[in-house]
């Protein structure tokens, strides 16, 4: 990756994440480095509670990082605008949207809510990358429902057009895949591997499902009770690291079909 | 955000009927006065007694506008806090806000007498009025705030609205048991909500309280629209979730408790109007609401009082129970209808 140095998008350096709690942090994760460039799909996974979702929030700044940088394009995360920032990094959430009254159109053209004026009008431009998210995501035909119309699935497409409307180089994506069946869990993280390779967009996403994840992703953030790992799946699996993953005795990792077994 | 279809239509038909509820308004009332006759007062023209020109731009002119905007406002503070707070249940009235204010007015007009003669008379001006009633609104809506701010149950935001109606109604009768008859009727006609009576210079104080926090509400509606989502999303898209939230109460307490001062405490048309608004626009973007609502609340508002002064009588039954008889069966047709309420 070192070759591509100029196209480094998302990086950190010696990162540790946590809470600060009664003003002592609590670090739940440390030493993270990694860099990133365009237009890869990078999953991370863990058991629960190991701190992915702490991870996340911390790279989109939604919360303070303990320790190390993390940089956008060259620049401190914690130097940009609000405004700046919305504007390279944009979020898929698994928190469903508050008012379901919105329609699929209403939703997705608030991602352009960074590009517009003070009275949030919509120029000719941010129509049609509203239009183009939608075509992206396959999800035209449903742009006049209500988000409380929509399946699961549905939304979560919904979602994650609205985070490419936003136009942003960088999207993060916190467990896309949850409360889906194993068809529309491939379904979505094939579209967020096309989405990586067509708009040369960065997309990290957290995730539960690892087998999917060795297959689609370029690169694994492999969180463990050990510390954490960043490499290409498949150098993952050579180096035996998923059977850090979780304890051992319940299942294990076969590295010759890439899945967990379970241990009898 | 992008909608839809346009509203023009509706629009038109809501300036429409808001003109009509409004001269409709004037025309009724314990003495008859000819439309043409009531016209002619309005704009300048030879009315043919000098009576009823006192009576509509003194009495009927100044009630009608004090409505447009008690609607008006209420309602953008009903639709600004459902939004705020994320409940299709919150308004100032359900929230502890008119109890706030309440509250505020209480402890001035009861509380005056311990002050004695001059000072009371003082204290019981228009304007300290708008001031306890708004600082009254303003304390409740910080602690509703603060609440919120802790917990994440938005039931528990609606049961510190209900506390707070529970402590209005305890230190309201505790400063009653100690004040004299002519300051307890006081409240107690104030309670019952009136947009009568009102000068025209208190008329120009609540247009300023109500133009200001409606400005104020378009100025935030982008920010309003990315709060649909939901915080973290908001935040994601630049948006200033503090400072957002501030002027939110801010405004909120401005119009909510302007208006308590004014007319009393009155009930529903903050927490229905945006729902019934919601029966014909279908958008939840704001820049549509807001204005949508604006004019649903000024007609509604317009058509309880045309109920209250019981054309052609001389009573006048209090406009509070007025928007409750109304507002109350509407929000639980809206719910037994629709199964939910959306926002």
């Known amino acids: 990756?070192?070759?591509?140095?100029?196209?480094?998008?998302?990086?950190?350096?010696?990162?540790?994440?946590?809470?600060?709690?009664?003003?002592?942090?609590?670090?739940?994760?440390?030493?993270?480095?990694?860099?990133?460039?365009?237009?890869?799909?990078?999953?991370?996974?863990?058991?629960?509670?190991?701190?992915?979702?702490?991870?996340?929030?911390?790279?989109?700044?939604?919360?303070?990082?303990?320790?190390?940088?993390?940089?956008?394009?060259?620049?401190?995360?914690?130097?940009?605008?609000?405004?700046?920032?919305?504007?390279?990094?944009?979020?898929?959430?698994?928190?469903?949207?508050?008012?379901?009254?919105?329609?699929?159109?209403?939703?997705?053209?608030?991602?352009?809510?960074?590009?517009?004026?003070?009275?949030?009008?919509?120029?000719?431009?941010?129509?049609?990358?509203?239009?183009?998210?939608?075509?992206?995501?396959?999800?035209?035909?449903?742009?006049?429902?209500?988000?409380?119309?929509?399946?699961?699935?549905?939304?979560?497409?919904?979602?994650?057009?609205?985070?490419?409307?936003?136009?942003?180089?960088?999207?993060?994506?916190?467990?896309?895949?949850?409360?889906?069946?194993?068809?529309?869990?491939?379904?979505?993280?094939?579209?967020?591997?096309?989405?990586?390779?067509?708009?040369?967009?960065?997309?990290?996403?957290?995730?539960?499902?690892?087998?999917?994840?060795?297959q689609l992703s370029d690169q694994m953030i492999l969180m463990t009770e050990q510390g954490t790992l960043i490499d290409a799946p498949k150098q993952l699996i050579k180096n035996g690291h998923f059977n850090d993953l979780f304890p051992a005795d319940t299942i294990f990792f076969d590295s010759d079909t890439g899945r967990f077994t379970i241990k009898n | 955000m992008d909608t839809s279809r346009s509203y023009k239509a509706i629009f038109i038909l809501l300036i429409v009927v808001l003109a009509a509820t409004f001269i409709l308004n004037i025309s009724l009332g314990s003495v008859g006065i000819p439309l043409k006759d009531i016209l002619a007062?309005?704009?300048?023209?030879?009315?043919?007694?000098?009576?009823?020109?006192?009576?509509?731009?003194?009495?009927?002119?100044?009630?009608?506008?004090?409505?447009?905007?008690?609607?008006?406002?209420?309602?953008?503070?009903?639709?600004?806090?459902?939004?705020?707070?994320?409940?299709?249940?919150?308004?100032?009235?359900?929230?502890?806000?008119?109890?706030?204010?309440?509250?505020?007015?209480?402890?001035?007009?009861?509380?005056?007498?311990?002050?004695?003669?001059?000072?009371?008379?003082?204290?019981?001006?228009?304007?300290?009025?708008?001031?306890?009633?708004?600082?009254?609104?303003?304390i409740v809506l910080l602690a509703v705030l603060a609440v919120t701010l802790r917990i994440k149950d938005t039931m528990a935001i609606l049961i510190i609205g209900l506390m707070f109606g529970s402590v209005t109604a305890a230190v309201v009768a505790v400063l009653s048991y100690f004040s004299d008859a002519e300051q307890l009727q006081q409240y107690v006609f104030w309670s019952f909500g009136s947009l009568?009576?009102?000068?025209?210079?208190?008329?120009?104080?609540?247009?300023?309280?109500?133009?200001?926090?409606?400005?104020?509400?378009f100025l935030v509606s982008k920010s309003l629209n990315a709060l649909l989502l939901g915080e973290n999303y908001a935040k994601s898209m630049g948006v200033r979730i503090k400072r957002t939230t501030v002027v939110l109460i801010i405004t909120t307490s401005i119009l909510a408790g302007g208006i308590t001062a004014f007319a009393g405490p009155i009930a529903f048309i903050g927490l229905a109007v945006p729902h019934i608004t919601r029966q014909w626009i279908t958008t939840s973007n704001h820049r549509i609401l807001i204005p949508a609502v604006l004019l649903f609340g000024s007609i509604i508002m317009l058509i309880c009082d045309v109920v209250a002064q019981l054309p052609f009588s001389e009573y006048t039954l209090p406009i509070n129970a007025i928007t409750s008889l109304i507002g109350a069966p509407v929000v639980i047709w809206l719910l037994v209808r629709k199964r939910k309420l959306l926002f």
Not at chain 1, 64 to 92: C, F, M
Not at chain 1, 127 to 153: N, Y
């Open chain 1, 1 to 214: 990756m070192t070759s591509e140095k100029e196209h480094i998008i998302l990086q950190s350096e010696g990162l540790s994440i946590g809470y600060f709690s009664k003003k002592k942090p609590q670090v739940i994760a440390s030493e993270i480095s990694f860099n990133f460039s365009e237009g890869i799909l990078i999953s991370l996974v863990g058991a629960n509670g190991i701190g992915k979702s702490t991870l996340l929030r911390t790279l989109s700044g939604m919360q303070k990082a303990i320790g190390g940088n993390v940089l956008i394009h060259d620049k401190q995360l914690r130097s940009y605008h609000p405004i700046e920032l919305a504007t390279l990094l944009s979020v898929v959430l698994t928190e469903a949207p508050t008012s379901k009254n919105l329609s699929v159109l209403e939703f997705v053209s608030l991602g352009r809510q960074p590009h517009t004026n003070w009275m949030g009008n919509l120029s000719v431009t941010d129509k049609e990358k509203v239009l183009r998210s939608l075509t992206q995501t396959d999800i035209v035909d449903l742009k006049h429902r209500h988000c409380f119309e929509l399946s699961d699935g549905q939304m979560q497409r919904v979602a994650i057009a609205r985070a490419l409307a936003q136009d942003t180089s960088i999207i993060l994506l916190d467990e896309p895949t949850t409360h889906l069946d194993l068809y529309h869990r491939a379904n979505i993280l094939k579209l967020l591997k096309k989405l990586a390779q067509d708009t040369r967009k960065t997309i990290l996403f957290s995730t539960h499902e690892i087998d999917l994840a060795i």
């Open chain 2, 41 to 138: 007062s309005i704009f300048g023209g030879e009315v043919s007694k000098a009576s009823w020109d006192y009576i509509i731009i003194d009495y009927r002119l100044p009630k009608a506008i004090t409505a447009v905007l008690v609607g008006s406002g209420l309602a953008i503070s009903g639709l600004l806090m459902q939004t705020l707070f994320r409940n299709p249940l919150a308004g100032p009235f359900v929230l502890g806000l008119s109890s706030g204010a309440s509250l505020g007015v209480a402890v001035l007009i009861l509380g005056a007498g311990a002050f004695g003669g001059a000072i009371g008379g003082l204290l019981t001006s228009e304007w300290s009025l708008v001031i306890a009633s708004a600082l009254g609104s303003f």
């Open chain 2, 196 to 217: 009568g009576n009102q000068s025209w210079s208190g008329v120009l104080i609540l247009s300023v309280c109500t133009v200001a926090g409606i400005a104020i509400s």
